[in-house]
Each structure stands twice: as C-alpha cells, then as structure tokens.
C-alpha cells in the first residue's frame, strides 16, 4: 500500500481515524469527482472556483481559456489548494447535532504548471473529452490551432494530498437510542437521464453507441 508521507498541513485533525493518505485511495477519489474546487489567493482575497479536471499518474489537469483567471494564477506559480468532494449519503441521526453526511473527499496543496508541449497537449486533451462520455473524442472533431493556442493546460501535482472518508449509519449518544426518532441513511448518487437532442441535429443522425454504453452504465 504505497503512501504519501503526511504534512503538517495534511495531517488531519478532526476525526483523523477517517483520514487516509494512500494513494490508491486518493486517485479512486480524485477519478469519481465530477468537478474539482480550486482555492487560490487573488490580492489577498480567497477565491474557491470549480473546474473540470483529469487525473493521469500523480497529477491532475485543467483546461480552459488562456484569459481565465484562475488557470493563469496557477501558472504564474501561486500556491493553491484543491479539493474533490463525493456525497454518498445523508446521515439522519436521532439527534440534530449528529446529522451528517457520508462523502470521500480530497485536499491537495500545491503548485501547478503550464504543460506547452503540444503533443502532451493533444494527449490530455483527448483525455479530458474521454473523461466526459468515454468514445467521444473519436467523434468529436479535434480542436484546430487555433483552438488549441486559445486553451491552457494546467499541470497540478498530487504529492501533498490528503483523504478523507465518513462511511456508515449515525452515531448517536447512547440515551438516544431509546427514542422513537427515525434515523437512518440515505444514499445518493449522480445518475445519468435519458439525453435530449439538439435542436439543430438532423433526425438521420442516430445516437451514437457510446453514450448508449455510457447510459447503461450511469443508471
Ligand atoms: C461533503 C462534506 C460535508 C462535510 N460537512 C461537514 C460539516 O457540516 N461540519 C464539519 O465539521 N465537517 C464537515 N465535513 C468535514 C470537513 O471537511 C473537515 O474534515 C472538518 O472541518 C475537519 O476540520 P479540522 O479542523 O479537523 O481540520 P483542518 O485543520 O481544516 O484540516 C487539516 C488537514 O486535514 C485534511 N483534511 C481536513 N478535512 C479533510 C477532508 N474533508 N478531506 C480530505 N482531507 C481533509 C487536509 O489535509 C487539511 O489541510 C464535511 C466534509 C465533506 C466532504
């Protein structure tokens, strides 16, 4: 079970029996989170922004417009912290102060990079669209230079991560057990619908076998 040496900054505090800094575990995490939230420091002022992101090895990649803000905090170098959060569950305790929520979350400190070589460039983001609907960059038409000069890729390592994981029923206080308040857990999860077509496509194009796949799967 390989590791990532905890930090002071990476050390859990609260609860740290739920913290884990196995890899696995954080990549697991980090490849189910639909979105990331990345925390940068504009002039002193916090600012929390959510990105789509993709995980290859020990890093994590976003793109976006060479104008945006926060990709181009990130390259200048500025420390930022990212963090992915799964919600597995509403926690109904007897109590109102054990209410909680099951959820895997990720905190990742660091410092990013600009990835400028083209043909890494081109490979990630392939990667990105197949993160999306797995088949679809192959359907897609590929971005052009100019496309792809106007994108900035972002390079955001995984070395000072940690994870945390609340799973199971509530924890009540044991005089509350003998009440008749309901408690449980309710799981959620994220499910895809059926796909509404756009407007402008032709009634001859059929829906493609892949998102049929991906359907099937995200039910
Ligand atoms: C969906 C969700 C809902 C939550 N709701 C609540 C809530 O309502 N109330 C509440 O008190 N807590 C909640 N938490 C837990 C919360 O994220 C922190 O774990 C909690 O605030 C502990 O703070 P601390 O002071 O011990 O640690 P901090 O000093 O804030 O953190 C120390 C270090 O521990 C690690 N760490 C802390 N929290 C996490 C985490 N969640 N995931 C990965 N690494 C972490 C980081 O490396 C961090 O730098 C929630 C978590 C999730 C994912």
Same mark, same amino acid.
């Given at each position: 079970m390989a590791?990532?040496a905890?930090t002071?900054r990476?050390t859990?505090?609260r609860?740290?029996?739920?913290? =884990? *800094?196995?890899?696995?575990?954080?990549?697991?995490i980090l490849?189910l $989170?639909?979105?990331v939230h990345?925390?940068?420091?504009v *002039? $002193?002022?916090p600012? +929390?922004?959510p990105? !789509?992101?993709?995980r290859?090895?020990d $890093?994590?990649?976003?793109?976006?417009?060479? %104008?945006?803000?926060? !990709?181009?905090?990130?390259a =200048?170098?500025?420390p930022?912290?990212?963090t992915? =959060?799964?919600?597995?569950?509403?926690?109904?305790?007897?109590s109102? !102060?054990?209410h =909680?929520?099951?959820?895997r979350?990720?905190?990742?400190y660091?410092?990013? &990079?600009?990835?400028?070589? %083209?043909?890494?460039?081109? #490979?990630?983001?392939?990667?990105?669209i197949?993160k999306?609907v797995?088949?679809?960059? #192959?359907?897609?038409? %590929?971005?052009?230079e100019?496309?792809l #000069?106007?994108?900035?890729?972002?390079? !955001?390592? +995984?070395v000072e991560a940690?994870?945390k994981?609340?799973?199971?029923?509530?924890?009540?206080?044991? &005089?509350?057990y003998?009440s008749?308040?309901?408690?449980?857990v309710?799981?959620l #999860?994220?499910?895809?619908?059926?796909?509404?077509?756009?407007d402008?496509?032709?009634?001859?194009?059929p829906q493609?076998?892949y998102l049929s796949?991906?359907?099937k799967? *995200?039910?």
């Amino acid at each position: 079970m390989a590791v990532l040496a905890p930090t002071p900054r990476t050390t859990l505090k609260r609860a740290p029996t739920r913290g =884990s *800094h196995e890899i696995d575990t954080l990549h697991r995490i980090l490849d189910l $989170a639909p979105i990331v939230h990345v925390g940068i420091n504009v *002039h $002193a002022q916090p600012a +929390i922004i959510p990105t !789509f992101h993709l995980r290859i090895g020990d $890093a994590l990649y976003f793109h976006g417009s060479t %104008a945006n803000r926060m !990709f181009r905090v990130l390259a =200048s170098g500025e420390p930022a912290c990212v963090t992915a =959060s799964l919600i597995d569950g509403l926690v109904l305790a007897r109590s109102a !102060f054990h209410h =909680s929520m099951n959820y895997r979350s990720v905190v990742i400190y660091g410092t990013a &990079e600009t990835v400028n070589d %083209a043909t890494e460039k081109a #490979k990630i983001l392939t990667g990105l669209i197949e993160k999306l609907v797995p088949g679809r960059s #192959k359907d897609a038409r %590929a971005p052009n230079e100019t496309e792809l #000069k106007r994108t900035l890729l972002i390079r !955001f390592p +995984i070395v000072e991560a940690s994870a945390k994981i609340r799973s199971g029923g509530p924890i009540d206080d044991e &005089e509350d057990y003998e009440s008749d308040i309901w408690a449980g857990v309710v799981p959620l #999860k994220t499910v895809a619908l059926s796909p509404i077509r756009d407007d402008l496509l032709p009634d001859s194009i059929p829906q493609p076998e892949y998102l049929s796949r991906y359907l099937k799967e *995200h039910q």
